[in-house]
């Protein structure tokens, strides 16, 4: 399952350019592992229209300090993040700003070895009861989540529907040649 994980979060932090609506001010996943390994090479195709990518890229993360760290790529890419098993192939992926004082959180579903799909979490695919809970009033449509479990309820909400417009990240071992 660790070769699994690593994928994902791969592919998940790579789509940290597509807009998430779940966030805290203190990270929530607190105990990653380097489930990806030490370093890969994520290739994100996103803003699909008529099944084309509107935008390619690539970036490199490397581990350091309990966390991924991009070591090259664009800056719209996930500066750093981690990710842990939500399901046997959801992740969930918790990236932060430049000053690590905003939290964001994303969902990964490998479709295949090395192929995922990444979205944010988003609260509206909670019951009303539960948004309403967990988020409150918010008219700003950004749910700031405190807790553990408040994130993962939300997450296991968008993981049950369908993912919409997701980015699809393509995770390579950073020691294999191209």
Known sequence: MSRKFFRIVTAIIAALTL??????????????KPLLGMHFIVNLYEDFADNK????????????NGQYIRAYGQARDAKRFVAEPLSDSDFVIQSSDEQNKRYVYWIGRRLTPGIYSIVGIEELDANDATRKAVCGDRADGICEVTTRDQLLTLARATAAKPLRNPAIAVVLNAGASF
């Open 19 to 32: 807009s998430a609506c779940v966030e805290s001010q203190t990270p929530l996943i607190t105990d990653a």
């Open 53 to 64: 990518a509107g935008n390619v890229h690539s970036s490199v993360y490397q581990w350091k």
